[in-house]
C-alpha cells in the first residue's frame, strides 16, 4: 500500500486517503453506534425491570411486617394465605401485572417451592440462588439470557433467608397450619432451616424489539453518514483539485519566474561583461589614440630638421608609419563599436513594468517590502529594446528593494508628459550622499561589497542608447531615479537605429 502511494501523485493519493478514513471509519463508527444505543436501550430496560422488582418488593414487605401481623393478632392460629403469604400475594399481583405486559416474565423461583412446577427453579435460576447463598451481600443480578428462542434482559433479587417465625409455614409439616396445608399439601415447600435462602424474585423482560430498534437506528445512521460522508468526501475532493490545480498552476508560474530570473541574470552578467568590455576597450583606444598621435606628430616635426643624421633620419622613419597603424586601429575598433546596431520597436512601458515586478517577488517576501505600482491610463509606448530596457529597469527595481529598509516600500511609477514618457522607482532608504552621488555612474565604483560597479554605468549606457535621460533625486530617507524616453523618434534617429 505504501508502495502504491508513493507512486501516486498528490492529487490521487490525497482522494485515496480520504477514503481510506471513510471506510475505515465506518465500522469504528457503527459499532460505537451500535454500544451506545444498545447500552441505552439495556439501561431503559433496567430500569423498567428495577421499578418492577421493588414494587413487588414493596408488596412482600407489606405483607411481611403489616398484614401478616395484623392476621395473627385477629385470628391467633390460622393462616389466610391470601393475605399472610408474601410469595401468594406477589404472584397474585405480578400475573395482574404481567396482564398488560404479556411478554414480560416474573417468577418467584425456589429450590424446594410449595407449588410446582410453576415456582420451580430452572438451571438457571437454581445457579444465581446458589450465587445469592454463597455471597449475601449481592442484592442484585442483571444480564442477557436466551430462554425459549427469546432474548430477555434479567433482573434478579435474593429472597428473604428463613427466620424462626417462617419456619412455622415452611419448617415441619405437621406443624403448619391447616389453611396452608389445604392449599398445598404436605409434599413440598417444608422442612427448612433457619437462615436458609432457597428463593429469588426474577424478572424476564424482552430485549428483543429494544435491540432491533437500535440495529435499525444504526443502520439508519450509518446510511446517513455513508450518504453525507460521500457527499463531503466528493465535495473535498473537488476543493482540493482545484486547489491543488491552482498551486500547481503557482508552480508552474513561479518555476517560469525563476527561469526567467536565471535567464535574465545571464543575460545581464553577459551583457555587463560585454559592454563593461567595451567600455575598457574605448577607454584604453582613448587613451593608446593621444599618445600615438603626439608621438607621430613629435617624430614629422623632427624629420623636418636638416641636422638629423642619416641612422637617427631611418630609424624615426619606421616610426611614424608605425604610430599612424595604430592610430588607424583606434580608430576602426572604434568605428565598430559604433556602428553596432540594436533592434528597436515600440514598447508599453506598463506592460513592461508588470512582466518585471514578479523577478524581484521572492525578495521582497523576504524582506517583507511592499511594492506600489502606479501606471499610467494612457499607454506609454517608446521605442525600444525589450530585452536591454528590461535589463536596465530590472537593476533599477533590485536596488531600490536591496536599499528599503526591512518592512519599507518601493513604489513605482509610469506615466506620460507632452512628448515624452517615464519610470520613477522610488524608495524609502537611507539615501545617497552628495559625495556619492557624484560617483553612482562612474565605472568600478560601488558602495555594496562583492559589487563591481558595473551595474549603474551599463544601465545609463542602455537608457542612452534608448535617447533616453536617467536623473536622480535623493534626500535622506527617500531616493528616486526617473528614466524618460521621447514617445517618438526624429526620422534621423530612425535611420540610426535601421541595419
Known amino acids: 500500500m505504501k508502495q502504491i502511494l508513493k507512486e501516486l501523485n498528490p492529487k490521487r493519493k490525497f482522494t485515496v486517503i480520504l477514503l481510506m478514513i471513510h471506510f475505515v471509519a465506518l465500522p469504528a463508527i457503527s459499532v460505537t453506534t451500535y454500544v451506545i444505543v444498545k447500552e441505552n436501550a439495556i439501561r431503559a430496560v433496567y430500569n423498567t425491570g428495577r421499578l418492577y422488582l421493588s414494587a413487588i418488593g414493596s408488596i412482600k414487605h407489606y405483607v411481611a411486617e403489616e398484614l401478616r401481623p395484623v392476621f395473627y393478632r385477629e385470628m391467633p392460629g390460622r393462616f389466610i394465605v391470601q393475605g399472610m403469604s408474601r410469595s401468594y400475594v406477589s404472584s397474585q399481583v405480578a400475573a395482574g401485572v404481567m396482564h398488560d405486559l404479556p411478554h414480560y416474565i416474573y417468577k418467584n423461583a425456589s429450590l424446594n417451592p410449595k407449588k410446582k412446577p410453576q415456582n420451580m427453579a430452572d438451571t438457571f435460576e437454581s445457579g444465581i440462588i446458589e450465587l445469592f447463598d454463597r455471597n449475601r451481600m449481592n442484592k442484585e443480578w442483571r444480564g442477557l439470557v436466551e430462554k425459549d428462542g427469546e432474548d430477555y434482559y434479567v433482573i434478579a433479587r435474593p429472597g428473604v433467608p428463613f427466620s424462626s417465625d417462617c ?115 574605448l577607454s584604453v583606444a582613448d587613451r593608446v589614440r593621444n599618445p600615438a598621435t603626439a608621438v607621430a606628430g613629435t617624430i614629422k616635426r623632427l624629420l623636418k630638421r636638416e641636422d638629423l643624421s642619416l641612422p637617427v633620419r631611418e630609424k624615426l622613419s619606421f616610426i611614424v608609419p608605425e604610430a599612424d597603424n595604430l592610430e588607424a586601429i583606434v580608430s576602426d575598433y572604434e568605428s565598430i563599436l559604433k556602428t553596432r546596431h540594436i533592434m528597436f520597436k515600440m514598447e508599453d512601458l506598463n506592460e513592461m513594468m508588470e512582466s518585471i515586478l514578479p523577478l524581484v517577488e521572492e525578495e521582497r517576501k523576504i524582506r517583507d517590502i511592499t511594492i506600489t505600482l502606479k501606471l499610467s491610463e494612457t499607454p506609454p509606448r517608446c521605442m525600444a529594446n525589450r530585452q536591454l530596457l528590461r535589463v536596465a529597469i530590472l537593476h533599477i527595481l533590485k536596488n531600490a528593494v536591496e536599499a528599503a529598509p526591512e518592512g519599507g516600500s518601493v513604489t513605482v511609477e509610469t506615466g506620460v508628459e507632452e512628448d515624452r514618457i517615464f519610470i520613477s522607482v522610488a524608495d524609502n532608504g537611507k539615501g545617497i550622499s552628495p559625495e556619492n552621488m557624484k560617483k553612482i555612474f562612474d565605472l568600478f565604483y560601488s558602495l555594496k561589497r562583492r559589487r563591481i560597479g558595473m551595474g549603474l554605468p551599463i544601465t545609463k549606457q542602455i537608457i542612452e542608447e534608448h535617447r533616453g535621460i536617467i536623473t536622480v533625486e535623493s534626500t535622506p530617507g527617500r531616493t528616486i531615479f526617473r528614466l524618460s524616453f521621447p514617445s517618438r523618434w526624429s526620422e534621423k534617429e530612425l535611420a540610426d537605429t535601421s541595419p
Do not use: W
Not at 432491533?212 to 445512521?221: L, T
Open 167 to 281: 419456619l412455622m409455614c415452611h419448617g415441619d409439616p405437621l406443624a403448619a397450619p391447616p389453611e396452608l396445608i389445604a392449599v398445598y399439601g404436605t409434599t413440598a415447600g417444608f422442612h427448612q432451616k433457619e437462615n436458609d435462602l432457597v428463593d429469588a424474585t426474577f424478572v424476564y423482560i424482552p430485549i428483543g424489539v429494544p435491540l432491533a430498534a437500535a440495529r435499525k437506528i444504526v443502520a439508519f445512521f450509518v446510511g446517513i453518514y455513508v450518504l453525507i460522508g460521500t457527499v463531503i468526501l466528493m465535495v473535498i475532493n473537488v476543493r482540493f483539485s482545484k486547489l491543488y490545480n491552482q498551486i500547481d498552476a503557482e508552480k508552474q508560474r513561479i518555476e517560469n519566474i525563476n527561469l526567467e530570473v536565471l535567464n535574465m541574470n545571464h543575460d545581464m552578467e553577459t551583457m555587463i561583461s560585454e559592454r563593461a568590455m567595451n567600455l575598457l576597450a
